[in-house]
């Protein structure tokens, strides 16, 4: 009698299981080098960006030019917005890191706001009219929370080399560069901090649109003192 050779039971596994690593890796290496999203964790963006929105981020935008005033910025705030984080223990932080990644959770450190001055300008709260001038001259901004005054907290700040001011649209909840003037890294982030520029909501659908990327006013003589 003739007997056939037994087959491996259940081969095709091994396709999948390579064809789903390969999809995994690829997708580590398009969020590590090229884009990643981003899950919104408050209001302090808004009328832009709702809490529970995930927007794209381009981590390529600032490889070959800068960081622009107006531009919305997803940035790393260790050592700045989170000058004191110490973490929350291997597990809870890997539980963390899984759920930042699959865009179900936002996190401790990573922020996004408004660029509002880059290195040299000299940033005032407020003019005569209750607007915040850049290098002199009073900022229009029609991204505001409607009802929100530029700023109730005062300020008067020249901005250093290699680093920025953030501040929120959402002026009366937003945590930003204002309120941390006086911890450690003063609220004013590391140019190299920045992860990219956020460029595109994709959630939920039914919002789902180019961010704007707008300009604050063009360089003029900056405050080097």
Not at 84 to 96: F, I, R
Not at 174 to 187: C, E, H, I, K, T
Request: glycine residues 10%; neutral net charge; proline residues 8%.
């Amino acid at each position: 009698m003739e007997h056939t050779k037994r087959q491996p039971a259940h081969p095709g596994w091994r396709f999948v299981l390579l064809a789903v690593f390969l999809a995994v890796l690829i997708s580590a290496l398009v969020r590590a080098f090229l884009v990643d999203v981003y899950y919104i964790p408050s209001a302090s963006m808004e009328p832009l960006l709702h809490t529970g929105d995930r927007v794209l981020v381009l981590r390529t935008d600032y490889l070959t030019s800068p960081v622009r005033r107006g531009d919305v910025v997803v940035f790393d705030g260790r050592g700045s917005f989170a000058p004191l984080h110490s973490g929350k223990g291997p597990l809870a932080d890997g539980v963390q890191t899984l759920g930042e990644w699959l865009g179900l959770a936002g996190s401790d450190t990573v922020y996004v706001k408004r660029v509002l001055g880059v290195a040299g300008d000299h940033l005032r709260c407020c003019s005569a009219d209750g607007r915040i001038t850049v290098n002199g001259t009073p900022v229009t901004e029609p991204y505001l929370y409607p009802g929100d005054a530029p700023s109730e907290l005062k300020f008067d700040v020249v901005v250093p080399q290699g680093r920025l001011w953030m501040m929120g649209d959402h002026r009366s909840v937003s945590a930003d560069s204002r309120s941390l003037l006086g911890a450690p890294g003063g609220g004013l982030v590391s140019e190299d901090k920045v992860i990219g520029r956020a460029v595109q909501l994709i959630w939920p659908l039914d919002r789902a649109a180019p961010v704007p990327r707008v300009s604050v006013p063009a360089d003029q003589q900056k405050d080097t003192r």
